[in-house]
């Protein structure tokens, strides 16, 4: 299955896909709405496609994701993954790739939808954290949610430790969603993703 990333900055979950080689998955672009993206040089020196759509030179978000959209379509992508990728999308693009799109963000959806996921569970007190990979829908960090992988938070923890440990988290749980969905394991059923079958 071809796949298309989309980034914004450093891209190491986008790393950690692409260092995963997944059977039957082909890195088809890495697509960045920055240019200085970092994670950009990373997916060139290893022969990847890359390919930058500044959102800066479009009037209107309309306008960028209509771009960006016909800039995925000539990668014919059976999954497009979102790393990182920091734009709010519009819910014709989300249709567009409903059911094909994943997004992972540092949290334990639906709680802390948006930024500064984790100074927020330390403020509220919270005894865990964590990262979720959901499928991608027009409200903003919602849809099927795939899989999640949960930290504790220690008393010394600041929004910065608990990024890294999340992250390291990030890097095992998002390239294992994305080998599901190749393997054609991931069905939605009534709006959630069903549990993998039990072995008879
Ligand atoms: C990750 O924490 C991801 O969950 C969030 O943005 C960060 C991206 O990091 N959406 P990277 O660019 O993959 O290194």
């Not at 379509?73 to 519009?90: E, K, N, S």
């Not at 504790?152 to 990024?163: E, G, K, M, Q, Y």
């Not at 749980?173 to 393997?183: C, G, K, M, Q, S």
């Amino acid at each position: 299955k071809n796949i298309v990333i989309l980034i914004s900055g450093r891209g190491s979950n986008m790393q950690a896909i692409v260092d995963a080689n997944i059977p039957g998955a082909r890195i088809a672009a890495v697509i960045s709405n920055r240019p200085d993206a970092a994670g950009l040089a990373w997916a060139a020196e290893r022969g990847i496609a890359t390919a930058v759509l500044d959102h800066k030179a479009y009037a209107s978000r309309e306008d960028f994701d209509a771009a960006l959209a016909q800039l995925i379509d000539g990668f014919q992508p059976q999954l497009v993954v979102l790393a990182g990728f920091m734009r709010i999308l519009t819910a014709d693009f989300t249709r567009r790739y409903e059911g094909r799109m994943l997004n992972i963000h540092p949290s334990l959806l639906p709680a802390f939808p948006g930024l500064h996921t984790h100074a927020r569970a330390l403020e509220m007190g919270c005894k865990v954290a964590g990262c979720t990979v959901h499928f991608v829908t027009a409200e903003l960090d919602h849809g099927p949610i795939v899989s999640q992988g949960v930290v504790s938070l220690l008393p010394d923890d600041t929004p910065d430790s608990v990024a890294a440990r999340v992250l390291q988290l990030e890097h095992q749980l998002y390239p294992d969603a994305v080998r599901r969905f190749v393997a054609d394991e991931l069905h939605i059923v009534a709006g959630k993703v069903a549990s993998p079958a039990q072995p008879a």
